[in-house]
């Protein structure tokens, strides 16, 4: 590696656990090295650092102040993320932010105009965009073998127990986390969901939460979400559903169906004829493993981040990559900001009782 294409150097900002899995994805990359980690609970940060042989810190500010980083992973509490994404591209260093993107599109909003302006690049962790059966969907929707695009189903039936929402004091509360399930548990499938179908422009929903003590959000959500193109989806997406199944988007067009379930594409058939199907049980439509012949068979979706497949390692290759060439990152503030559109219109809709418009991604400065 030429000194040109040296390894970028990261620091991780937030030590917990999807933080630590950062920490691992980075030091496993040629072309990223773990340069420091940022924490304010100093046992959280210099236990990190010592398992990686790197600096700790406890104020952002140290890390943006050394000109030897080059960017950020924030794993911070989700009310966070703008604001430290915004003093991070000031100061020059590029973005790497989990999901959501924040839980405030007016704060979404003012580090897109910042970033924008930046010459420094950002994105938002969509990892599952990566995934292989992603990628066969995507194709087959965007080539037109699935015809149109009738309806959609985004399901995450997953359980989290009580102690996981005791874990942290900003777990479970709507000015820190930013919602419940629907907004760190569903967030990743509703992304999908949007991406093969298109602009979404209106939502109506229902919200409670009905498992679990002390949380002012929904740990339960059902919403319909209706796209400019006539299309309708269902999105149903929980963290009490003992003992927790899988992340299952489906979608179905007038020429073909997918079916991803943790992951994996289950069913695939494309490229009919829109004329009468076989009855059902009455042949093998089921084209899934002739396109994606070898699938992960790993852990599901709503397993710890440590153990799921190589997604974020992916992205991280287009970040870098994106960074390298000057082009933009196939998950950009814009893209992450539509589907935060999403789901606080779900989460208005259910507070208010009404179908509720979602804000295009102009609107919303995006």
């Given at each position: 590696m030429s000194e040109a294409e040296s390894p970028l150097r990261f620091a991780v900002v937030g030590c917990g656990v999807i933080g630590r899995h950062h920490a691992a994805v980075i030091t496993g990359r040629p072309d990223a090295e773990l340069a420091a980690v940022?924490?304010?609970?100093?046992?959280?940060?210099?236990?990190?650092?010592?398992q990686y042989g790197v600096t700790a810190y406890n104020d952002l500010g140290d890390v943006l102040a050394r000109d030897d980083i080059d960017g950020v992973a924030l794993c911070t509490p989700s009310g966070d993320h703008a604001e430290q994404a915004v003093l991070a591209l000031r100061a020059g260093k590029h973005v790497v932010i989990e999901k959501p993107l924040d839980v405030d599109l007016v704060a979404a909003a003012r580090l897109a105009e910042v970033a924008n302006r930046s010459t420094a690049?950002?994105?938002?962790?969509?990892?599952?965009?990566?995934?292989?059966?992603?990628?066969?969907?995507?194709?087959?929707?965007e080539s037109?073998?699935?015809?149109?695009?009738?309806?959609?189903?985004?399901?995450?039936?997953?359980?989290?127990?009580?102690?996981?929402?005791?874990?942290?004091?900003?777990?479970?509360?709507?000015?820190?986390d930013g919602g419940g399930a629907l907004i760190n548990q569903s967030i990743h499938t509703i992304d999908l969901l949007i991406w093969l179908l298109g602009d979404p422009v209106e939502v109506t929903a229902y919200s409670a939460c009905l498992a679990h003590d002390g949380?002012?959000?929904?740990?339960?959500?059902?919403?319909?979400?209706?796209?400019?193109?006539?299309?309708?989806?269902?999105?149903?997406?929980?963290?009490?559903?003992?003992?927790?199944?899988?992340?299952?988007?489906?979608?179905?067009?007038?020429?073909?169906?997918?079916?991803?379930?943790?992951?994996?594409?289950?069913?695939?058939?494309?490229?009919?004829?829109?004329?009468?199907?076989?009855?059902?049980?009455?042949?093998?439509?089921?084209?899934?493993?002739?396109?994606?012949?070898?699938?992960?068979?790993g852990p599901s979706a709503g397993a710890e981040p440590s153990?799921?497949?190589?997604?974020?390692?992916?992205?991280?290759?287009?970040?870098?990559?994106?960074?390298?060439?000057?082009?933009?990152?196939?998950?950009?503030?814009?893209e992450a900001t539509k589907t935060l559109a999403v789901i606080l219109a779900i989460y208005d809709s259910a507070a208010r009782h009404v179908p509720v418009p979602i804000p295009s991604a102009a609107s919303t400065g995006g």
């Open positions: 940022v924490d304010p609970v100093p046992s959280a940060a210099d236990e990190l650092a010592a690049s950002a994105t938002v962790i969509s990892q599952h965009r990566f995934d292989p059966a992603t990628e066969v969907v995507r194709a087959a929707v037109g073998k699935l015809g149109r695009l009738t309806s959609a189903v985004a399901s995450v039936a997953w359980w989290r127990s009580q102690s996981y929402y005791d874990s942290g004091a900003w777990r479970g509360t709507k000015a820190h949380l002012d959000v929904e740990d339960t959500a059902v919403a319909v979400i209706r796209f400019d193109s006539g299309a309708l989806a269902v999105v149903h997406g929980t963290t009490a559903a003992y003992p927790g199944t899988s992340a299952r988007l489906q979608v179905h067009g007038t020429h073909g169906s997918a079916i991803i379930d943790d992951d994996r594409l289950v069913y695939f058939h494309a490229g009919g004829s829109g004329a009468e199907a076989p009855a059902y049980g009455g042949g093998d439509t089921n084209q899934a493993a002739l396109v994606l012949p070898a699938q992960d068979t153990a799921l497949s190589n997604a974020h390692s992916l992205q991280y290759a287009d970040f870098l990559t994106a960074i390298r060439t000057g082009t933009e990152p196939l998950v950009t503030i814009a």
